[in-house]
């Protein structure tokens, strides 16, 4: 039997829907309200489109506390955008201007006692990229051996660790739209990395700063870097 590819045709072809789809291109789960701002409509509206996406099988949603953020369904549904894009004229960017004070909470802050932002998730990437930590069910991190040995040269005894809700979780990032560490090991890992000096926090608000010393500890550990161009930022 044929595909029936008339039904998501119907879905791209629209306007709003299309410029959804092309702002979520990035691979970064985006709330309504984004998604919203990114096709100039209202939050309302954007609920409705981003329904009969979900339900066309083109997006797919997740759950963050009461926040529900959207991501390109699979990597098929990328490329058809992708393909489509090719031809398109662009749609607005979902990055506005910060303040300075939004740039640094973004760059790197604590969220509940664990580090969140773009180091953050960088940080959490390389862990899981090195096999230290690997994504499982209900939005856990299992621990290897290996992780509970790297882990372990930091000070931080995973199996004295003990949480109902999940010693390492994976907390989904309000400003990059992906998975930070969070959970018992999450702030085990910020205290750790608060004590050797590799990160200053700000003695108001929730802002982080990675030190000189800390950006050499991750760069060697991790091949961590805030710098966009892969160099460590001093």
């Known amino acids: 039997m044929d595909a029936n590819i008339a039904s998501p045709a119907a879905l791209i072809g629209d306007p709003v829907r299309a410029a959804m789809l092309q702002a979520l291109q990035d691979g970064r789960a985006q709330p309504a309200g ?6 100039g409509v209202s939050a309302q509206a954007a609920s409705n489109h981003l329904s009969k996406l979900v339900e066309g ?6 759950r963050e506390g009461r926040h529900r953020y959207y991501r ?8 058809a955008i992708e393909a489509l894009s090719a031809i ?7 990055e506005v201007p910060r303040s300075p004070k939004a740039r640094a909470l973004r760059e790197a802050r604590c969220c509940y006692g664990h580090l969140a932002g773009r180091l953050g998730v960088r ?3 390389a862990l899981v990229e090195r096999g230290l930590l690997t994504p499982a ?11 509970r040995a790297w882990f372990g040269e930091l000070g ?11 010693v390492a979780r994976r907390c989904l990032d309000w400003t990059e739209r992906r998975h930070h560490l969070a959970g018992p090991l999450g702030v085990k890992l910020l205290a750790a990395m608060s004590q050797r000096g590799w990160l200053a926090l700000e003695t108001k608000g929730r802002a982080v700063r990675l030190t000189p010393d800390g950006a050499a500890a991750l760069r060697d550990l991790l091949g961590v870097s805030l710098d966009d161009d892969g160099r460590v930022a001093a």
């Not at 984004?34 to 096709?39: D, Y």
């Not at 931080?156 to 999940?166: C, D, F, K, Q």
């Open 88 to 94: 398109a004229k662009p749609v607005r960017s979902l």
């Open 156 to 166: 931080i005894e995973v199996a004295a660790l003990a949480s109902p809700r999940g």
């Open 72 to 79: 390109l369904a699979s990597a098929e549904v990328a490329h």
């Open 34 to 39: 984004a998604l919203a701002w990114a096709a």
């Open 123 to 125: 940080v959490a990437d």
């Open 57 to 62: 099988g083109l997006l797919s949603v997740e």
């Open 137 to 147: 069910d209900d939005k856990l991190y299992a621990i290897p051996d290996q992780g």
